[in-house]
């Protein structure tokens, strides 16, 4: 399978404990982003990649979320003293910024449940 | 006001039926015009996209955008169960806008094909 891959597909957690998502996008893809999803909402934007470069991050994105891209290819969510209103779909995504349309192309996602 | 606004729905139609889903924008840069279909609990896909104004046909499904209204349809013929999902309008600015052309969502419309 060459698609975005994410894992894991499901996590549930007490609340306060950390947890970590991984990502791993499409080959050749210079793009990588973030989203968080709730039930009935579009994807909310938390942060993207341009290779190993953070180059945006929500206001969503508290001080308890961080992503890394270390060498420009997989990419890691990590989510500190998690909240129940933490509890989501997160969203990974990967695009190639060229000329032309940025089609982002959608992990399956890492549904995340916190007790 | 948000930069993208789409109607929820939801949306429950006979199978057969002509479904049209419609989104606005307020942002006169965006040139790129996308829908996603999300079925659920997967990420969204990439349906059908548009550059700027004008009409785009693909099999059952068109796609509208009207930039003197600042609206964008996506119209379905001959609606069949198994386009029950929510569809996902995104748009982002052309090139003129620099690299930075993130995807701004609607929020989705929930869309039901009774058979």
């Known amino acids: 399978d060459t698609g975005v891959s994410q894992d894991p597909r499901h996590k549930i957690t007490k609340r306060g404990q950390n947890v970590t998502f991984r990502c791993d996008p499409i080959?050749?893809?210079?793009?990588l982003y973030w989203y968080r999803q709730t039930l009935g909402q579009g994807p909310e934007f938390l942060t993207y990649f341009q290779n190993e470069a953070q180059l945006e991050k929500s206001r969503l994105l508290s001080d308890r979320f961080s992503a890394e891209r270390p060498k420009g290819s997989f990419s890691t969510l990590e989510i500190q003293r998690t909240e129940q209103g933490d509890s989501a779909m997160y969203l990974c995504?990967?695009?190639?910024?060229?000329?032309?349309?940025?089609?982002?192309?959608f992990g399956p996602g890492t549904r995340l449940t916190v007790l | 006001q948000k930069e993208v606004e789409q109607d929820p729905g939801p949306l429950s139609v006979p199978e057969g039926a002509i479904v049209s889903l419609n989104c606005t924008y307020s942002n006169s840069a965006f040139q790129y015009f996308m829908w996603y279909r999300q079925y659920s609990r997967k990420g969204p896909e990439l349906l059908m996209y548009?550059?700027s104004s004008g009409n785009k046909e693909d099999g059952r499904f068109t796609a509208q955008v009207d930039k003197s209204s600042k609206y964008i349809s996506l119209f379905i013929r001959d609606s069949q169960p198994s386009d029950s999902a929510t569809y996902l309008c995104a748009m982002s600015a052309g090139r003129s806008a620099g690299n930075n052309r993130k995807l701004i969502w609607g929020l989705g419309t929930s869309l039901a094909v009774n058979p």
């Open positions: 995504a990967s695009s190639l910024l060229g000329q032309g349309l940025n089609e982002q192309f």
């Open positions: 548009t550059y």
């Open positions: 080959s050749e893809h210079n793009r």
